[in-house]
């Protein structure tokens, strides 16, 4: 559970300091999904779409509960973070759709 949450970390690092979306990163979100089906992955970290889906849902929902709820942003930059986020967990949901 520790190796879960620690890549869990390490992926939220990597997708939150992003400053351009090159085709490498676009790579490691594609492989990030691959390595979850059984396609390329390992049968022991095989995740099905349902818990993946939801799992993103609720990284998703606290993210911009956070954005939200900063007080030293103006309306103008929560709404292109919350949409920001939201395309972001768009893309990589289809990457884990198509992985399947």
Request: aromatic share 12%; with cysteine.
């Given at each position: 559970?520790?190796?879960?949450?620690?890549?869990?970390?390490?992926?939220?690092?990597?997708?939150?300091t992003q400053n351009e979306w090159n085709d490498s990163f676009?790579?490691?979100?594609?492989?990030?999904?691959?390595?979850?089906?059984?396609?390329?992955?390992?049968?022991?970290?095989?995740?099905?779409?349902?818990?993946?889906?939801?799992?993103?849902?609720?990284?998703?929902?606290?993210?911009?509960?956070?954005?939200?709820?900063?007080?030293?942003?103006?309306?103008?930059?929560?709404?292109?973070?919350?949409?920001?986020?939201?395309?972001?967990?768009?893309?990589?949901?289809?990457?884990?759709?198509n992985a399947l």
């Amino acid at each position: 559970m520790e190796y879960r949450k620690n890549m869990l970390s390490k992926y939220l690092k990597c997708i939150l300091t992003q400053n351009e979306w090159n085709d490498s990163f676009l790579q490691y979100l594609s492989h990030v999904a691959k390595i979850h089906t059984n396609k390329i992955g390992s049968p022991l970290i095989h995740v099905d779409l349902i818990h993946i889906t939801c799992l993103c849902g609720y990284l998703e929902q606290n993210l911009i509960a956070i954005i939200l709820k900063s007080e030293n942003l103006d309306n103008q930059t929560k709404y292109a973070g919350i949409m920001a986020i939201n395309k972001f967990f768009w893309i990589q949901n289809d990457f884990f759709s198509n992985a399947l």
